[in-house]
């Protein structure tokens, strides 16, 4: 059996890969030469732990290969998994611009009976146009079938998400019921439980699935807030809520808001998805707007400190999340346009993100090497992604190099007894703020 896939972003290169160290033979196609020339060398164009290794030992092996011609992926191919990118729209909708032309292409190059499957995010009804679609353009002896196949993946834990899923969702409809049986015997190794749904259903568990966790994490972050102004803990409350079973101790963790190539996007999404069948979704509208006041609020609250104009800030983190090099809809993008707006100088880190960060933050920020290159002499620092190798920067060293080590942690990456310990200024969320002697910066005075 020959499999393809379609996009060699995140999705499909975790899916091509891992497909093939189960035992398939899969050919990834792209439409950007480039990444392709990278990966036929073994080079993987995003960092995600793991990946580049599985990609080097699967082409050495002969079941996994790179091409840029769609011929020879999809000639000849019994599957085709569709992994490229639906962005979102000006109106928050999702973009199918790349969906449909790899649909025609696949129509156009296909050589065999076909089952397409879709693993890209995409609006509840797109699968059921896809199988018009490529009923349209197809060779008229041949047969498509076409399933709905959402991925669930994080980014930095790709991998191990793929093998240790918590279920597999294969829609279908009725006349595709072969096919989607050979998908589920595909996927029986796994292990993995598996939902089996009509194609509508599976599109929704999508958006519904990370609408939810967006949600999880916005009411955390509204509770932390309301902490703060009570004198409450956030730690302590989400542990305390988190213990309930019926919640669940996942996603409670409260800071500078969700970010990444997904929540925000699909959050919108779904919201569109809503009201084209007149229903306004003013719960996850709330949702939206709680998390771009939340990506903001760090600044709000320097500002409460100190004035920005003309300080030295060292930004600290750069990608949405630990372990990948994503900077899409980082917290990080918002925070550093506010910092240059409010008259500061911004001196940014991260481990890995760096080189995509340049594309995304103003070509005014300057950036470093390490954390202590990032915080020496600066006037305040901003923790924005929650990296081992910030965290664990003690903040002795922060006091130590620091002009004032006034610290704005959006992560909560320390405890208030080594704040005190450590004797600097640290504001978090959701917790009370520490001020250490000699940096009693206070509003209008600094
Ligand atoms: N990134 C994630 O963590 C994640 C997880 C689950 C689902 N998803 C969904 O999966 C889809 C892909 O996401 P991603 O992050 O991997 O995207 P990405 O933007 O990283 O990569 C998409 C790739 O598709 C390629 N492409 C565009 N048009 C093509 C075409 N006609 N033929 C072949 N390749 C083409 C692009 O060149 C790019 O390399 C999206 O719908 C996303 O919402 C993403
Ligand atoms: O308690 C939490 C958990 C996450 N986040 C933030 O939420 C964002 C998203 O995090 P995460 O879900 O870990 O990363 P993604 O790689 O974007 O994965 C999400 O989006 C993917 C794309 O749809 C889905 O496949 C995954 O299941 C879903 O978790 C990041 O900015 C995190 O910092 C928090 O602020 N608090």
């Known amino acids: 059996m020959k499999i393809a896939v379609a996009g060699t972003g995140y999705v499909g290169l975790v899916t091509g890969t891992c497909l093939a160290e189960m035992g398939q033979t899969v050919v990834c196609f792209d439409v950007q030469e480039e990444k392709i020339a990278a990966l036929q060398q073994g080079r993987s164009p995003i960092y995600e732990p793991d990946l580049e290794q599985l990609i080097e030992k699967n082409m050495e092996a002969g079941r996994l290969s790179f091409t840029a011609e769609e011929k020879e992926a999809y000639g000849e191919a019994d599957i085709v998994f569709l992994a490229v990118g639906t962005p979102e729209k000006e109106d928050g909708s999702a973009d199918l611009t790349y969906i449909e032309a790899a649909v025609s292409s696949i129509a156009q190059n296909m050589t065999k009976d076909i089952v397409l499957v879709t693993k890209s995010t995409v609006p509840v009804g797109t699968n059921e146009r896809m199988r018009v679609m490529i009923e349209r353009w197809k060779p008229r002896f041949l047969r498509a079938s076409v399933i709905s196949n959402p991925e669930f993946l994080r980014e930095g834990s790709a991998i191990h998400d793929w093998f240790y899923g918590d279920r597999i969702v294969i829609g279908a409809s009725e006349a595709d019921r072969e096919a989607a049986e050979l998908l589920i015997r595909l996927y029986e190794p796994l292990g993995i439980p598996i939902v089996r749904t009509d194609l509508a259903s599976a599109e929704m568990i999508k958006y519904a699935s990370n609408a939810f966790l967006a949600t999880k994490i916005s009411f955390i972050n509204e509770i932390a807030n309301i902490c703060e102004k009570v004198g409450a803990t956030i730690d302590d409350v989400a542990y305390g809520i988190g213990l309930d079973k019926r919640i669940g101790s996942h996603f409670l963790r409260a800071g500078i808001g969700y970010g990444g190539s997904c929540f925000p ?47 030295n800030v060292a930004l600290l983190g750069l990608a949405f999340k630990p372990n990948t090099d994503d900077v899409r809809e980082a917290a990080s993008i918002v925070i550093a346009n506010r910092l240059l707006a409010e008259g500061a100088h911004v001196v940014a880190y991260d481990p890995i993100a760096t080189n995509n960060a340049k594309r995304h933050l103003p070509s005014s920020v300057r950036y470093a090497r390490s954390v202590t290159e990032a915080i020496r002499d600066a006037d305040a620092a901003f923790i924005v992604t929650e990296w081992d190798v910030i965290k664990q920067t003690p903040l002795s060293v922060f006091r130590e190099k620091m002009r004032i080590p006034i610290i704005f942690d959006g992560r909560n990456c320390y405890s208030l007894e080594e704040a005190k310990q450590a004797n600097v200024t640290y504001v978090s969320i959701g917790r009370a703020a520490v001020v250490g002697e000699g940096c009693e910066v206070k509003k209008g005075k600094y």
Do not use: C, P, W
Not at 301 to 307: C, D, H
């Open 265 to 311: 996007k699909d959050t919108k999404a779904l919201v569109q998805i809503a009201g084209n069948v007149q229903h306004q979704f003013e719960l996850l509208e709330a949702v939206i707007q709680v998390n771009n006041h939340q990506q903001a609020l760090l600044v709000e609250k320097a500002k409460q400190y100190m004035s920005l104009r003309g300080k």
